[in-house]
């Protein structure tokens, strides 16, 4: 809301006359800008999600009719042994590979900001994001093979016992968060890097002629001035994180055993492999859920939504 | 995902409002002629069956058959949304753990009338296959196509450098408690990474270079290719009856024994563990010389004998607890989508690929086993011809010796339950006792 009016009072004085109060007129051109990203926030958000909503009440195996059992489904949920096992595989995904990525990309960041000023440098760190996510899996699929990867061909040419990266249950989730921190690791250097460029020089001039240190400038002015921009990159990447799907379905499947069935991956096997499209709908409700919360809490927390340059 | 059903449902609406106005013109004449869709999951059987499709249409000038092939993977989904969105081909290659569902849900055609009409000899195809496609309620869902079973393939160069001579491989004997000669002879060709035999004292478990006997998978629930021919032996069934079990017997002590051996090998080193199989597939390890022995189905036969550089031997499954060998005994078959605009046509599709005219086209191409007995036998003679005994293979079809594909409803729920489980009984996470917990889970399904 500050924001707006503050926007206002700038367009004001820069017109140096009031602004037209918006007339009844303007709502019809208003819609047609809108009306494209509308259309596709209903046609392929709003519905799909109520219909998600009320499936999830219902039994439902695609062929056929949804019938409703009402809460049936949570309830099962709540005692789905499977269900509790993939809450805690993927929070244990999300905390690896959000730690590494921001911390790698933090440190990225500030590099390409002080250092590499090269727009090769800048886009080479781009590089992996540019591949699909499958390509990615699948390449780290073959390099980390326990028989025939190369990755294991030079530890066991060190001398080391080769490492079962995708079918032991200690490496499984390990492994595809790494995976995707490599993947992902440039672009959210990219975002942070802008949000390092939005915070302006002279802010840093001073703090150097008052004498203070890499460290304290790092802590009393880079942090603090980049926390909204950090505040939405982390709410975007945990957001991207919990949905970890493609990189499970292309090589460990959920397996071995349980170890690597994490919630989006589960919620496809019921829904789409077992035809239980209520359970699996239940599921992802959850899901959104527990999406909406994180959201939220980091907000609040991080006070993404207000910014301490002024 | 969304956009892609939006669209579907889209042509289903246009679909709906074109067969309207066809009923209007006199639909039963189209339902005779036009194209109809065909789709299958083997590329090695593709070019056999795109001929089947030429020949029919010289047969039958006025119906036209559009072969597609899409990969396992894909194909069920696909399938799905076909139905769904009333865009399924009008004939498919169907599968034994997946048509029951599709006849819970109306989804494909009873052929009925059709055999009955068409005089179909069902007796023309071996034994049991047209069994295996007449579903709960008593009626035919599928015309069978093939079949397969399980045989050992060898690499020869190893075994022989190993002292083991085919007849030896061809005699092999299995219990689950010391496991026959098959354990002595899986011990046997293990060498580990300083040349010392898995049966020889010093032997070093924790680095092998060769097994004994290569690892697919943990099985699942059913071990067709993994453990089934052994359990198959010790009298033990996967379900109370089949086809159409309600009941399972993951909890039988002889089971879980003979389970029990089987991922001892891995322990003792003869085979490799879970946790390195997943990635590189079997048959690639066999050829990188990695394995020894590998329990295999036939539609296998092309890719093991076509490795360059490597001789491959097939031997029978082991002679096992009741003295005669074992293997699981699968047919596909070509069923009828329930929503096809051309149900007459399809029908005369699906007879002719039943048919010994299409089989014994299949059958020359030496690629899978046709179900019609004659054209099996000139699918035998066409494998002799490229050199290769696939004898291992019908003998136990001959021999009365197969047993069938447990069919049961609900067969995905049940994968959903056995396959963790399973797995970590073969890695050495649980013993085979902890199936029982397993299997309660499986018979909770049909109460």
Known sequence: ?310 | MNKKKALGSLAAAAAAVLALSACGNGGSAEAGKGEINYWLWDANQLPAYKQCADDFHKANPDITVKVTQRGWDDYWGTLTNGFVAGTAPDVFTDHLAKYPEFVKNKQILALDDAVKKDNIDTGAYNSGLADLWVGQDGKRYGLPKDWDTIALFYNKKLAADAGVTPEQMASLTWNPQDGGTYEKTIAHLTVDKNGKRGDEPGFDKDNVAVYGLGLNGSGSGQGQTEWSYLTGTTGWTHTDKNPWGTHFNYDDPKFQQSIDWFAGLAQKGYMPKLETTVGASMADTFAAGKSVINAHGSWMIGQYTGYKDIQVGIAPTPTGVNGKRSSMYNGLADSIYAGTKKPEAAVKWVEYLGSAACQDVVASKAVVFPAIKSSADKAVDAFKAKGVDVTPFSQQVKDGTTFLFPIADKAAKVDGIMKPAMDAVVSGKAPASSLTQANDQVNALFK
């Open chain 1, 1 to 310: 809301m500050t924001t707006l009016t503050r926007n206002a009072t700038a367009a004001e004085r820069t017109l140096g006359r009031p602004v037209r109060r918006r007339g009844q007129s303007d709502m019809k051109v208003a819609l047609f800008f809108i009306a494209p990203a509308m259309i596709g926030f209903i046609v392929f958000y709003l519905v799909p999600t109520l219909r998600g909503i009320y499936l999830s009440f219902t039994e439902y195996s695609i062929l056929g009719d949804p019938t409703w059992i009402g809460t049936a489904n949570y309830e099962a949920i709540g005692k789905d042994p499977l269900f509790w096992n993939a809450l805690a595989v993927t929070t244990q995904y999300v905390l690896i590979n959000i730690v590494l990525q921001t911390a790698l990309a933090l440190g990225l960041a500030l590099l390409m900001h002080r250092v590499a000023k090269s727009t090769l440098i800048r886009g080479t760190l781009l590089l992996p994001y540019l591949m699909a996510n499958v390509i990615a899996a699948l390449l780290w699929f073959w390099l980390l093979d326990y028989q025939i990867g190369i990755v294991n061909y030079f530890i066991d040419a060190l001398g080391m016992p080769k490492v079962a990266f995708f079918g032991s249950e200690e490496w499984a989730i390990p492994t595809q968060a790494l995976i995707n921190t490599w993947r992902h690791m440039g672009y959210t250097a990219l975002l942070i890097f802008a949000g390092l460029q939005a915070i302006p020089g002279h802010v840093y001039e001073v703090a150097n002629l008052d004498g203070a240190s890499p460290w304290q400038t790092f802590r009393k002015i880079t942090m603090p001035l980049l926390r909204p921009v950090l505040a939405l990159v982390l709410i975007v990447t945990i957001i991207g994180s919990f949905q970890v799907f493609d990189t499970v379905a292309v090589t460990t499947q959920g397996g071995p055993v349980n170890a690597s069935r994490v919630l989006q991956f589960y919620i496809y096997q019921k829904a789409f492999t077992e035809s239980d499209f209520g359970y699996g709908s239940a599921l992802a409700v959850i899901l959104f859920v527990i999406l909406a919360l994180v959201a939220f809490i980091q907000m609040k927390f991080l006070k993404g939504n207000e910014s301490d340059l002024d």
